[in-house]
Each structure stands twice: as C-alpha cells, then as structure tokens.
C-alpha cells in the first residue's frame, strides 16, 4: 500500500516544507541554499512587520484606556 493520496489522482498534492529548522543541510546545492535564506529573509521580514502593527496597536489601546489624571 502506498502513501495516503498516492492511490487517489484526485488527492491534493502536498509539497514538502521549504525548510525545516535545524534540518541537515548537506544535501542542498548552493543555489538552494541561496533561495531558502532569501524566503527565510522574507519571512524574517514579514514576522517584524506583523510585530510592529501589534505593537502599535496595543499602544493605541493603551493610550486609549490610560485612566484620566
């Protein structure tokens, strides 16, 4: 018996994960280590970017319900 989907055309194709941390990297070629810094750069990027809403959103809300003096 096969893997789950491999018996079913119609099954979604999985796609294995870009790149798992702490996975051994002794297989990948250059240029496959070269895309997966820049995705993880991108991804690196996009997680400060989600922090610096947050941030300014819970500094909204703060000022928001600062009891008044």
Same mark, same amino acid.
Not at 43 to 57: T, V
């Given at each position: 018996m096969g893997r789950q989907g491999e018996d079913d055309p119609f099954a979604p194709v999985r796609k294995p994960p870009e790149h798992v941390l702490g996975q051994p990297l002794d297989d990948l070629s250059i240029e496959e280590l070269k895309l997966r810094i820049e995705a993880l750069k991108a991804?690196? %990027?996009?997680?400060?970017? $989600?922090?610096? $809403? !947050? %941030? $300014? %959103?819970q500094a909204s809300a703060a000022a928001f319900? !600062?009891?008044a003096s």
């Open positions: 991804e690196i %990027s996009r997680l400060e970017d $989600a922090q610096r $809403a !947050k %941030s $300014a %959103s319900f !600062k009891p």
